[in-house]
């Protein structure tokens, strides 16, 4: 048995604030989560607000961060306090966290990875959104799990400011760090990515990266390159880039189903390289795409539930995790609430949803395959039993 249920509240934050949702959580549960999830956007009261909800949710099983924009069973909202849990009889959670992401975050997931129990089927991962290379946080935890455990979440935003993101394990909040919650026991678990970006330039060579920071494309500065797709648009780099982030294509020149997409974190005027929110390695070939349609973007978000529910074989839902960039919600603006809408309709009615809107995702391509980062994807996770 798998029973989940949201609840959701406004800012401001406060201890008491984090209680009554706490509060409201297990009076809809009937009974103290065995493991929550918080997501909020950073404000003041933060760590009342957390501690608050531990205290009254009654679990250390939880974990949470800062966003773009929260996601529950009541909607779509901003500058509020999305708070899921899940009681099952089925499932073992535990927790974990890693600090220390900027100066290592390979080594960061490791860490991690190690102190989560061996016989993990399903770990969320939730990291720091500005600091650190989400790549290298998934080798560190692929390498103490290998590809069989399925990896999924996103990492942590600030409403946009882009100056410091927040990350809550139990009753404390971190920065700079990783937090997890691993599943063990006898469950079902989904996945599904998809994008809805198309191409809208020409392909180019990676001639000169390292990590997440192209200097290179053709031989020309990756900045120059960028402004002469840009054109009029340049000047508002690096934040126009995540409506035109580069997609890394295949041998045949393809973005095929599941693309690989980057957008831009940060521009060098001296040196003329661009930093992307993900790894892009030298010598690949990569296009400049655009989300099209409000249409495609949904289509997307919908198809990748009815992956995640494909993975499932059959076996009932008992709850719902989306985690959608941020780029996706600036795009959709008035119609953000109808994402959710989408999956929830393609999972199936009634069933609780928690998740919010992300700097990346985490989220395998292909189900029962290593876990990737994305960049502006719909990611859906469904968990039952």
Known sequence: MVKGAAVSAKQPFSRDVGRRLGQDLVRKLGDKPHACWLFCQPGDGLEDLVAGVAEAAGTDKLVGCTTDGEISSDGFSIRSAVLGGIVSDRIRFEVASS???????????????????????????????????????????????????????????????????????????????????????????????????????????VTRASGNVVYELDGQSALSVYRQYLRGLANQLPAVGVQFPFGIVDDALSLGEDPILRAPMSVNEMDGSVTFAGEIPQASTIVLT???SMRSLLDASADAARRAMADMQGTSAGMIFFYSCMARKMLLGARASEEKDRVCSAVGTGIPIIGFYTYGEFCPSVGGTECKLHNETATVTVVGT
């Open 290 to 292: 655009t989300g099209g």
């Open 99 to 205: 600090s220390g992401l900027k100066a290592d975050s390979e080594a960061a997931g490791r860490r991690l990875g190690i102190q989560l129990p061996a016989d993990a089927r399903h770990i969320q991962l939730l990291s720091d959104g500005l600091t650190g290379n989400g790549c290298a946080l998934l080798r560190g935890v692929h390498s103490v799990f290998g590809p069989r455990v399925a990896v999924s979440g996103g990492t942590a935003g600030d409403a946009r400011q882009f100056k410091q993101t927040w990350q809550f394990i139990g009753k404390r909040i971190v920065s700079d760090a990783a937090v997890g919650i691993s599943f063990s026991g006898d469950f079902k678990v989904g996945t599904g990515v998809r994008s809805g970006w198309f191409p809208a330039g020409a392909p180019k060579k």
